[in-house]
């Protein structure tokens, strides 16, 4: 897409907050989504997933929230830590197709 | 368990010369396939994908081309390099509907 040729949107936040980074799919027919830490240097991580028939996952310090009428996802860290820096990316599919990701936004952790 | 290979780490190629990124999935049968490429502070751009052997689609019309001569391998070449061809490269592998698993990337410098 288009926003692969953008610079990374950045979120700056405390060590020990909580973060939120947000996630706008482009597909209503898309019935699953991850989200992907990738650390420098290194290939994308799964991190946590979630299917259309749930609106709420959650998995050690991470949640990921599902609003399928505005088609937005969300992936919310708890007490963020240094380690969580990083690009996260968003990812959708639907059966039988191929994963479609998002533009990924960087985190960076201020101790 | 299921383990994806891409290699090289890194490569320095000169303007004009062609390359071979090579991918190989084991634990699986009949994945998904990608070819991904980063550039520094961006996102990832899907550039080839496929379903079966010898089954490629391609994402963006490019100085690139890629082929899959067995079911686990798939292979990134070009004739000849360009500088604009330098970035990151990401191999992936998924099954039907679940995440995507990534290798650890080659760094490609065209000098």
């Known amino acids: 897409g288009e926003s692969v040729g953008l610079h990374l949107p950045t979120l700056s936040v405390q060590e020990g907050d909580n973060s939120i980074i947000n996630c706008a799919y482009s597909?209503?027919?898309?019935?699953?989504f991850i989200w992907y830490k990738q650390e420098s240097g290194k290939g994308p991580q799964f991190i946590i997933d979630?299917?259309?028939?749930?609106d709420k996952r959650q998995g050690q310090r991470v949640t990921v929230l599902l609003n399928k009428t505005v088609k937005h996802l969300s992936l919310q860290i708890a007490a963020t830590q240094p380690g969580d820096s990083a690009v996260y990316f968003c990812a959708e599919t639907r059966p039988g197709n191929m994963l479609t990701f998002g533009g990924g936004t960087r985190l960076m952790v201020k101790p | 368990s299921q383990t994806i290979h891409q290699w090289p780490a890194t490569l320095v190629q000169p303007v004009g010369s062609p390359l071979s990124l090579e991918c190989t999935v084991e634990g699986t049968s009949n994945p998904n396939l990608y070819w991904y490429r980063q550039a520094a502070g961006r996102g990832l751009q899907l550039l080839f994908y496929?379903?079966?052997?010898?089954?490629i689609s391609s994402e963006v019309p490019q100085n690139l081309s890629a082929s899959r001569p067995q079911d686990r391998q798939f292979i990134l070449s070009s004739k000849k390099l360009l500088l604009s061809d330098s970035g990151f490269y990401l191999c992936a592998w998924s099954s039907r509907n679940t995440e995507a698993f990534f290798g650890q990337g080659t760094r490609l410098t065209v000098v």
């Open positions: 496929s379903v079966g052997i010898g089954q």
């Open positions: 979630i299917r259309s028939n749930m």
């Open positions: 597909n209503s027919a898309s019935d699953y």
